[in-house]
């Protein structure tokens, strides 16, 4: 992974959004959104406002939905990932750096 | 997890705030943060100007989440402004905004932004906690608010 980028993993449920990133990758938290509109929009300005390339790894519909709603100010690739596979953001935000 | 009552001191809370515009805000806040914080206001300003012009930081509901990243900054910082009129700021649901929560964030402290992001979701999202916020009228209540509000919601 290179420094410079920004490993996401974006979990939703139907009871929130679940975020993780690897910028501290020793020790990545998952982070607890509420699932209403706020919440969403909250994560939307967080990941619309990032400068750095962003590797998105989604499972849920909220989290799809999500990774096509927003419009980065850098390049943004993303992978939809099979609800059940993963069930926990940072093993999906590993899963995005994998292919950086 | 770090929330938004963990660095929110007195001072940063700017209540009936005679501004007509958000640039007039965020020129106040951003004195606020040199005078308390010691971060040169044009620095401040220079920040939340760039991250807006990527798009508007608006949440719906009256509530809007201004931040920017700053170079050297050691700890993050905030800010609870509220205009005594709304501010028209790019809502999607085109309510003016009453309640900007301003961050600013230190380079390489994303989860330290997410955690903050996540607690000011959460607690807004609540339309009784957007109540008692207003009812609040000086920055010790409104603090007293931020810091009591998850113990007596859960």
């Known amino acids: 992974m290179k420094p410079a980028d920004l490993c996401v993993g974006i979990l939703t449920h139907e009871n929130g959004c679940e975020i993780a990133t690897l910028d501290a990758p020793d020790s990545p938290e998952p982070f607890r959104f509420p699932a209403s509109p706020m919440g969403r929009d909250t994560l939307k300005v967080f990941l619309a406002g990032q400068r750095r390339p962003l590797w998105l790894a989604v499972s849920g519909t909220g989290a799809m939905d999500l990774a096509f709603a927003i419009d980065p100010a850098a390049p943004c690739n993303t992978y939809i990932v099979a609800q059940g596979v993963a069930d926990d953001p940072v093993a999906l935000a590993r899963y995005a750096s994998r292919a950086v | ?154």
């Open chain 2, 1 to 154: 997890m770090i929330s938004i009552a963990d660095i929110l001191l007195p001072e940063d809370v700017l209540l009936d705030m005679d501004v007509s515009s958000a640039a007039a805000l965020f020129d106040e806040v951003s004195q606020t943060m040199e005078r308390w914080h010691g971060v040169p206001r044009a620095q401040v300003a220079a920040a939340l100007a760039e991250r807006e012009a990527l798009g508007p930081t608006a949440l719906g509901q009256g509530v809007a989440i201004p931040h920017g990243r700053i170079a050297g900054l050691r700890v993050a910082h905030a800010s609870y402004a509220r205009p005594r009129r709304p501010l028209p700021f790019g809502a999607r649901d085109g309510k003016p905004v009453s309640d900007f929560i301003i961050l600013l964030i230190p380079e390489r402290a994303t989860d330290t932004h997410l955690g903050i992001l996540a607690d000011v979701s959460g607690l807004f999202t609540d339309p009784r906690f957007r109540d008692a916020l207003h009812v609040c009228a000086d920055p010790y209540a409104v603090l007293a608010l931020f810091r009591s509000w998850r113990t007596a919601a859960a």
